[in-house]
């Protein structure tokens, strides 16, 4: 290879380099800075290609997607002095590039460093504000929902960051009031339960004496109204008897002497003592139904 090819080669590859080092791209997820010497000549750059000068400027890219930021558990006091660990995360994007590069060095790291003791600033002032019924069921929607906007405008004002949401992922009793807080919640508990019981046997002993009540009125109803039945039909058998033996008195009086023949002499043991010219033994001696004289 003579001198002419190496140099061909040579500003060949001089030539690769340049355009490699001239171009950058910017993809739709990232936001990026044009810096020269450490600083910013053209900020927010639009995602595609671009160009820059070599060894004078660099591009400086961020993710422009939203972050997470899992803050450290910490301890809290409520409105009536108890002690509550939370554990809580936030979540952020970068909304002023050229702020979030001069006000944290573009680094991710320091802006998280930056924002958490804002975040867990406002939270202590939101728990120190409200007992722990409030910000355990109560009122933490609204809490968290202020508390972001709260954050959001000073880290935007101060970071170039936007702040998405925070949320609270845990909130634990230190083992000391843990135990009392159940003892407390258990004696609610019971007290509840025994005005439920109460209030349930009460109801219960007014049902059974409704019930009583009504089953003894019915009763007494009913049997009313048997003995009624049984008088009419007594009567009514009566009327039908009397009605019948007034047609023929003489068969009445023979079918009540076979009646009382039948209870007297019903068992073989039964003894009598009575004059043979008694009246209860005229059909005994004469058993045709004859009127009497």
Not at 148 to 165: C, F, M
Not at 224 to 233: A, F, I, M, V
Not at 250 to 270: C, H, M, V
């Amino acid at each position: 290879m003579n001198g002419k090819s190496v140099f061909s080669v040579i500003v060949l590859l001089f030539l690769a380099w340049l355009a490699s080092a001239s171009l950058y791209t910017i993809k739709e997820s990232q936001r990026g800075v044009l810096t020269q010497f450490g600083r910013i000549i053209r900020a927010d750059l639009r995602p595609g290609l671009g160009f820059k000068l070599p060894i004078f400027h660099e591009v400086v890219r961020y993710d422009g997607r939203i972050l997470l930021m899992d803050m450290r558990p910490e301890e809290y006091i409520t409105k009536e002095k108890k002690r509550l660990i939370v554990d809580s995360y936030a979540m952020w994007r970068i909304r002023n590039v050229e702020k979030f590069f001069t006000s944290t060095r573009g680094e991710v790291g320091r802006a998280q460093r930056l924002l958490a003791p804002i975040i867990n600033g406002r939270l202590r002032n939101k728990f120190g504000e409200r007992t722990v019924y409030e910000v355990i069921s109560g009122e933490r929607e609204q809490v968290m929902l202020k508390l972001t906007k709260q954050v959001d405008a000073i880290a935007q004002a101060e970071y170039g960051i936007e702040v998405v949401d925070v949320r609270v992922k845990q909130i634990d009793l230190p083992t000391k009031v843990t135990e009392s807080v159940y003892s407390r919640m258990r004696a609610e508990r019971e007290r509840e339960a025994r005005e439920y019981r109460s209030k349930g046997k009460e109801i219960a002993e007014g049902v059974r004496a409704d019930a009583d009540a009504q089953a003894r009125i019915s009763v007494a109803k009913a049997r009313r109204d048997s003995e009624t039945l049984r008088g009419e039909g007594d009567a009514t058998a009566a009327r039908i008897y009397a009605e019948a033996f007034s047609q023929e008195p003489q068969f009445y009086e023979y079918y009540r002497s076979l009646l009382a023949y039948k209870n007297t002499f019903s068992s073989k043991s039964d003894l009598i003592i009575i004059s043979p010219d008694s009246d209860f033994f005229n059909y005994l001696k004469s058993p045709i139904l004859e009127k009497k004289p």
